[in-house]
């Protein structure tokens, strides 16, 4: 953090109850925002997001009130700079999914169910006032893939484009609310609470209306854990049954989701290592090529499959080292 940055965080809060409180920084996402904990006997957390560089925070905080006023459990808010770009929230602490269920794999099922309740109170619930993803966005927002994995010329981006908006049309159906990063990092578990308040949400502020399937693709294709395949299998099966939807078409459904949402991921990835100076993410890569070509294996998905693969090269050790090295321009 620059010392401007320095400054006005402690300017920040010196209106607050944490003043006098020394905060330490926690290990940040992708993003430029980043976060700092509260030592002592009053629990924080301190978010440093620079408008000019992390965009408002307003939608963090509509979207805060929309899942609290669900019964959910997004951060409280103790304190608020929109302006300056800080918040001043509730910490969850250190129990987040992944890290639970790296220590006890016993945990697993119950955790995602829980997870997964929550999931369908957000998409019982009238949509939130946020931006629609419906097939045509989600499709363009795929070409990061061949913009930063493997620049393409222009007619071929564009043809690749229009094949998966068009395996996306089946699924043209009312936008639900989504989460967006609904995965195992930002869940934390919440033992005191009850129902589905005991998922504590986190990294939410770039929610969507879109397909309903989205936030569960999210959470059972992680790209930085492993989930099993029967917890899988088994959750998409439950969930099409919860939901009223025939589970064929609902498998279908998640198969090409989860192709746009990893398409999308492998640029931005390539793109955090080349522009932003954060390599680490290209060693995530190859598993998020495992995931993709997993989904692309499903049967009715083999021409888009055999159209990406012809254009996409594998994940080698040369592609990736290519890709870590920064872009020239930047």
């Known amino acids: 953090m620059s010392d401007d940055r320095a400054q006005d965080r402690r300017r920040f809060l010196t209106s607050t109850d944490w003043a006098d409180a020394p905060f330490l920084p926690l290990t940040g996402d992708a993003s430029s925002r980043r976060y700092f904990r509260a030592q002592g006997t009053h629990p924080a957390i301190l978010m440093d997001a620079p408008p000019s560089t992390c965009g408002s925070m307003q939608s963090f905080v509509s979207i805060a009130q929309h899942l609290s006023g669900l019964g959910l459990s997004a951060p409280a808010i103790y304190a608020a700079d929109l302006q300056s770009g800080f918040l001043l929230l509730e910490d969850f602490g250190d129990d987040d999914f992944a890290s639970m269920i790296d220590d006890d794999a016993s945990l697993e099922n119950s955790l995602y169910s829980t997870a997964i309740d929550a ?158 100076g954060k390599p680490h993410y290209v060693d995530l890569i190859p598993r998020v090529w495992t995931l993709l070509q997993a989904d692309l294996s499903h049967p009715p998905l083999a021409k888009l499959r055999d159209q990406l693969n012809a254009i996409l090269p594998e994940p080698t050790s040369t592609h990736l080292e290519r890709l870590r090295q920064p872009c020239p321009t930047q």
Not at 142 to 155: E, G, K, R
Not at 166 to 185: N, W, Y
Not at 201 to 230: H, I, K
């Open 119 to 276: 999931v369908h109170a957000i998409l019982d619930a009238t949509p939130a006032q946020v931006a629609n993803y419906g097939i045509q966005e989600m499709a363009q927002a795929c070409d990061m893939a061949f913009l930063h994995y493997a620049p393409q010329p222009t007619n071929v981006m564009n043809d690749a484009l229009g094949a998966i908006e068009k395996a996306l049309a089946p699924f043209d159906t009312d936008l639900r609310t989504s989460l967006r990063d609904f995965h195992a990092q930002n869940l934390h578990w919440l033992p005191e609470r009850s129902g589905s308040a005991r998922v504590g949400l986190l990294d939410f502020q770039d929610a969507v209306n879109t397909l309903p399937s989205y936030d569960l693709v999210s959470l059972l294709r992680d790209v930085r854990r492993d989930v099993s395949d029967e917890l899988a299998r088994s959750a998409l099966n439950e969930f099409a049954k919860r939901r009223g939807i025939d589970q064929l078409a609902f498998q279908d459904e998640f198969h090409i989701v989860a192709v746009q949402r990893n398409l999308r991921i492998l640029g931005i990835f390539a793109r955090l290592s080349q522009q932003m």
